[in-house]
C-alpha cells in the first residue's frame, strides 16, 4: 500500500481530485465504486466544479455506490445513495441507468448477487473511507478477505457514529448492505481516504500492523495497486 500524505486538507482533496479527473480524461467509460460519509466531501465538491468548467465529465462513466444502509425511508437524506446525489450526482450529468445502488424494497439476497454480478470482474477504481474501527464500506472486523456484496450488521461503534448522517440520535439503522472485501480487492485501482486526527490511529494500524479480518482496512496492503492518500493529520502515527 502506498501511502501520499497532502500537507493540509485542501492539498489533500486538490491531489485526489485531480488524479480523478485524470482517470476520467483518460477513460471516460471509467467505472467507479464510490464512498459517502463525510470524508469525500471536498473531493466530490471539487469534482462537480471540474465538471462544471468541462475538464472532465461523468456522462460515460458508471458509478457504483459502496454500500447502503438499511431499514430507512427511501427518502431519508441519511441514506447513502441520497447523499451521494446531493452531494455529486444531482450536480452532473449522470444518467441514471448508469448509477448503481441499492434497492432495498424486495429480497436483499437477490438485490446483494445482482450487484455482485453488475460489477463482474471488478471496477477500474474504488474509492473508501475508513471507519475509526478499520471497517471499509461496512466490511466490519471479521469480514473476510473474499467477502461479497452482502448484507451485514453494523458494529455498535459504526451505528453510533451514523448519528452524523441522519442527525438524529434514535432509530439509526443497524444493519446494510456493501460491497464485499472480496469485490473491493478485484478493483484495479483502490484509492482509500482518510482525513483529520480522528483517523490517525486506524491509519497507523492499517498501514503497519498486521494484515487481518480484524481491521478490514488491512486486506488492502494484498492489493497489488493500492494508495492511501492522507492530510497531515491523518499521517501522524504512519
Ligand atoms: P467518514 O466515514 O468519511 O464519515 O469519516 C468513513 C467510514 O466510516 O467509512
Not at 486538507?9 to 485531480?18: P, S
Not at 475508513?130 to 458494529?155: C, F, Q
Amino acid at each position: 500500500m502506498k501511502l501520499e500524505r497532502a500537507a493540509t486538507l485542501d492539498a489533500w482533496a486538490d491531489l485526489v481530485t485531480g488524479l480523478l479527473v485524470q482517470r476520467l480524461q483518460r477513460t471516460p467509460t471509467l467505472r467507479m465504486c464510490l464512498p459517502t460519509g463525510l470524508t469525500p466531501v471536498p473531493i466530490y465538491d471539487r469534482l462537480s466544479a471540474a465538471v462544471a468548467r468541462r475538464d472532465a465529465s461523468l456522462e460515460h462513466a458508471t458509478i457504483f455506490l459502496l454500500d447502503e444502509f438499511g431499514g430507512v425511508a427511501p427518502s431519508d437524506p441519511g441514506r447513502c445513495d441520497n447523499m451521494l446525489r446531493r452531494g455529486l450526482l444531482d450536480r452532473l450529468a449522470v444518467p441514471p441507468a448508469q448509477f448503481h445502488r441499492f434497492d432495498l424494497t424486495g429480497d436483499v439476497l437477490q438485490e446483494c448477487a445482482a450487484y455482485e454480478a453488475a460489477v463482474g470482474d471488478g471496477c477500474d477504481i474504488t474509492l473508501l473511507g475508513i471507519g475509526s474501527n478499520g471497517h471499509i464500506g461496512m466490511n466490519e472486523p471479521g469480514s473476510s478477505p473474499d467477502s461479497a456484496t452482502r448484507r451485514v450488521s453494523l458494529a455498535a461503534a459504526t451505528v453510533t457514529a451514523s448519528a452524523r448522517y441522519f442527525n438524529r440520535e434514535h432509530d439509526l439503522p443497524t444493519w446494510g448492505v456493501t460491497m464485499g472485501v472480496g469485490t473491493i480487492l478485484r478493483s484495479r485501482e483502490i484509492w482509500l481516504l482518510a482525513t483529520g486526527p480522528g483517523k490517525a490511529a486506524i491509519v497507523g494500524q492499517t498501514l503497519r500492523g498486521a494484515i487481518t479480518p480484524d481491521v478490514p482496512a488491512s486486506l488492502l496492503r494484498s492489493h497489488g495497486n493500492t494508495i492511501l492518500f492522507t492530510d497531515e493529520a491523518a499521517a501522524a502515527l504512519a
